[in-house]
């Protein structure tokens, strides 16, 4: 079935003659890891089976990083990927902005050390930590900095190594996260609407249902934040799924509202890639039709911040987007955070 063309919508960015240029995506780019850690293989590890973990989750395996390998060396990679779909070199970058929750170290940023690998030595560089909701929180900081005229070129990534901050001894969590990066180039492309919304929410009264409790300064290191396996990520998933859904839903709602369009419009949607049924109760929410949602977690499992990223770059590279469709992505993480973005490619 064929989406609806109709273009009755709005750019809320350029209402009331606003001087501010537009920002589309000029490059999208991805890699994970070579190594790939099944559900078989995971009945080794844990308690479980892959009939147990597709059942409750679609995920069928996932990519490792290895132990010489960081998430910079993952942004690195996909940041090169973008670059070369966009057409420029690293000295062109003005501003990059890693989006992660397992960075480098925890300063300097993951940015920076980006910056070096790639060579963009022009280029400011910070990190944003909004969890799997960080990369369309990246998209939103990048596109201002393009609208404003500050900046021509910006690189947002979500990156991740997930395999770094989680507990093997956790059957409940270990089985659903995967590595990996995702990268785009922001720029302004003459008579091209590009980047028409971002909603961004947080809740932090929920703070304790999915997070890591050790190595802040609430929980510096020491031997018992150690022995007590404070340093890996923790999830009470039945609250979290609850809460997924119910923003997921009201973000993409607010988003296509802000544009005046209907979700029957969209060419592709991009959920972040975190369970199967989460994904299905969105979609069932929203009206949509199955053939437009994009979904690659059966291979990757959750790669949080790098999930959206990732999975934009294979819907371009697999045909499901196309110049002039709109586009909605939008995502959920610890905070909790939530966000949703609306493009025309």
């Known amino acids: 079935m064929k989406t609806e063309k109709s273009q009755t919508f709005v750019n809320p960015r350029i209402l009331g003659g606003n001087a501010t240029r537009t920002c589309s995506i000029a490059g999208v780019g991805s890699y994970v890891p070579d190594r790939v850690l099944s559900n078989i293989e995971l009945e080794k590890i844990v308690d479980t089976s892959d009939t147990w973990i597709t059942t409750r989750t679609g995920i069928k395996e996932r990519r490792m990083a290895g132990p010489e390998q960081y998430t910079s060396d993952l942004a690195a990679e996909a940041a090169r990927r973008a670059m070369a779909h966009a057409g420029i070199t690293p000295d062109q970058i003005d501003l990059i902005i890693v989006a992660t929750i397992t960075p480098d170290t925890p300063f300097p940023s993951t940015a920076c050390w ?13 990190d944003v930590e909004a969890a799997c909701s960080g990369f369309l929180y990246g998209l939103e900081i990048g596109q201002q900095f393009v609208m404003t005229q500050t900046y021509n070129t910006v690189l947002v990534i979500g990156a991740e190594k997930l395999s770094s901050i989680i507990d093997w001894k956790d059957r409940n969590t270990c089985v659903l996260f995967g590595d990996g990066a995702g990268a785009v180039i922001l ?101 949509a039709r199955a053939d437009q949602v994009f979904v690659n977690l059966e291979k990757y499992g959750n790669t949080s911040a790098a999930s959206v990223a990732i999975a934009l770059d294979e819907a371009v590279r697999a045909g499901r987007i196309h110049r002039g469709d709109l586009v909605l992505m939008v995502a959920f993480g610890a905070g909790f955070t939530w966000a949703s973005a609306v493009i025309e490619w």
């Open 114 to 126: 980006l910056q070096h690998k790639i060579g963009a030595h022009r280029a400011a560089a910070f």
């Open 187 to 287: 720029r302004n492309r003459p008579q091209s609407h590009g980047l028409l919304t971002v909603c961004m929410g947080a809740d932090g009264s929920k703070t304790g249902l999915l997070g890591m409790p050790g190595g802040g300064s609430r929980c510096p290191a020491s031997h018992e934040s150690v022995d007590e396996r404070l340093h890996f990520l923790r999830m009470d998933g039945k609250e979290t799924f609850k809460h997924a859904v119910t923003a997921m839903c009201n973000a993409a709602r607010e988003a296509l509202h802000r544009c005046h369009i209907e979700i029957g419009q969209v060419a592709c949607i991009i959920p972040h890639q975190a369970n199967r049924r989460i994904i299905d109760a969105v979609t069932e929410r929203l009206h």
